[in-house]
C-alpha cells in the first residue's frame, strides 16, 4: 500500500504522467495562492481529493476538471472536516492558553503538563483517526453518511484502514515541517510536497477502504 501511494501523484500504474504533473503544479499553485487568499484556495484541493477518495480513482489519479462540480465536493469535504475538527480544534486552544496564558498563580507542574498533553493527543485522535474514514464516506455514499456511526465503524476498527491513516498521518507530518520552515525556499517546497502528501494520503486510505460503498443507517 505505501509505494502505491507514494506512486499516485506521478500517475500510478496506469495514468498518463503529463496530467499527472499538470495536476500536481495547479495543487501547489493553489496552495501557494492560500497564502494571500486564506481558505477559498483550497476548496477545489478538498474537492479533488474527495475524488481521489473514489474506488473509481484507483487507477489513475483525477484532474482538476469540472469546476462547479469540483467546488461542490470541495464544500461537501470542508463540511465533514469542519465537523469532526471543531471539537478537537477547541480543545487544543484551552489546553494551549491553560498552559501558556495561566499566570504564575494557576501553573502547572510537568506531572500536569505530560498527563495533559497526552490526554489532549488522545482526545484529538479520537476525532481525527475517522475522519479519513468520513470524508470517504461522504465522497461514495453522500454527506449524511459521513455522520453515521454504524457506516463507518466497519471500517475504523479494521488494521487495514489503521495502515493507511499512519501513511496519511505520516506523509502530512514530513510536508508540514517543510511548509512551516521559517525558510522561504524550504517553505516553498514545502506547499508543493503538502499538496503531494494530501493525495498520497487520500490514495492510501482509498486503497485501506477497498470498494466499501458505506451503506449505513442513513
Known sequence: MLSEALRYPFGGDRGDR??????????????????????LPLVPVLGYLLRVLRPDAADAPPRFTDVPSLLRDGVVAAVVAAAYLAVPVVG?????????????GAGVGRLGVIVGGAATILF?????????????????????????????LGVV????YFYGWSIGVGALGVAAAF????ARPVALVGYFLLFYAEVVAAAAVRDAVGGKRFLGSC
Open 18 to 39: 503529463g496530467d499527472a504533473a499538470e495536476t500536481l503544479a495547479v495543487g501547489f499553485g493553489l496552495h501557494l495562492v492560500s497564502v494571500w487568499v486564506p481558505v
Open 92 to 104: 487544543l486552544a484551552i489546553t494551549a492558553r491553560g498552559l501558556f496564558l495561566g499566570g504564575p
Open 124 to 152: 484529538v485522535c479520537c476525532f481525527t483517526y475517522p475522519l479519513p474514514a468520513a470524508l470517504a464516506a461522504a465522497a461514495r455514499s453522500g454527506l449524511r453518511t459521513a455522520f453515521d456511526v454504524r457506516a463507518l
Open 157 to 160: 476498527t479494521n488494521a487495514r
Open 179 to 182: 511548509a512551516t520552515s521559517p
